[in-house]
């Protein structure tokens, strides 16, 4: 690709973006992210979370579902919100700094063992902007926060996490129904049209 057109399409999305109705009203509401919105979606189309819940958001940064998650679950819930990057404080929300692949950081995720009602994940890769290899890496991202999910949550728990429209997916889909009683594909409204983006709904962990 040129660097004019690498521009040119740099300063479209910058144009795109500023002028998004959803950034927009982030930015004027202080909601720190438009992912928000496509939580909320998620949760009015499921009745998800209510009071006193136990929540685990993992990618959690910059904040988005975390606020909107203890909005929800109240100071008698708990929301535990995990980033590789430094997430500023939310009043209620417990923030653990780290990578997941390390083995520190997942003991102190998997201490919650039976405990959790429901785990989200927004996490999503580097893209490199090469199908085959986003797919890949949003496979393995998939996989662990699945492989957690089977650990900490509790009897008819639910996760949700992002996917990418692609290779595997179906796979995957499969893979996840063996632990979930329904499962299915969703795409928020907020999520952009032209973004590959989609979120697999699990409802009521099997036992």
């Given amino acids: 690709m040129s660097n004019n057109k690498k521009f040119n399409n740099s300063s479209q ?3 795109n973006h500023i002028n998004d109705f959803y950034v927009k009203y982030s930015y004027k509401n202080k909601l ?3 992912s928000w919105f ?3 979606e998620i949760d009015k189309k499921n009745n998800i979370f209510k009071s006193g819940m136990k929540v685990i958001d993992l990618g959690s940064f910059p904040g988005g579902w975390s ?11 708990l929301v535990i919100a995990v980033d590789k990057k430094f997430m500023n404080v939310i009043k209620g929300v417990n923030f653990i700094q780290g990578d997941i692949n390390k083995k520190d950081i997942l003991n102190k995720i998997l201490s919650f063992k039976k405990k959790i009602h429901v785990l989200i994940s927004d996490m999503s890769p580097n893209i490199s902007g090469i199908k085959f290899v986003d797919d890949i890496k949003i496979i393995k991202l998939i996989k662990i926060s699945l ?3 089977k650990k900490v949550l509790l009897k008819k728990g639910i996760f949700i996490v992002k996917a990418f429209q692609g290779i595997k997916l179906d796979y995957y889909i499969k893979k996840i129904k063996l632990f979930f009683l329904k499962v299915y594909l969703y795409k928020p409204n907020s999520s952009r049209s032209s973004s590959r ?3 697999i709904i699990a409802i009521s962990k099997k036992k």
């Fill in 197 to 199: 983006e989609i979120y």
């Fill in 38 to 40: 496509k939580l909320k």
């Fill in 147 to 149: 492989n957690i999910s």
């Fill in 13 to 15: 999305w910058i144009h």
């Fill in 67 to 77: 606020k909107y998650v203890i909005s929800k679950v109240g100071f008698k819930g």
């Fill in 32 to 34: 720190r992210s438009r």
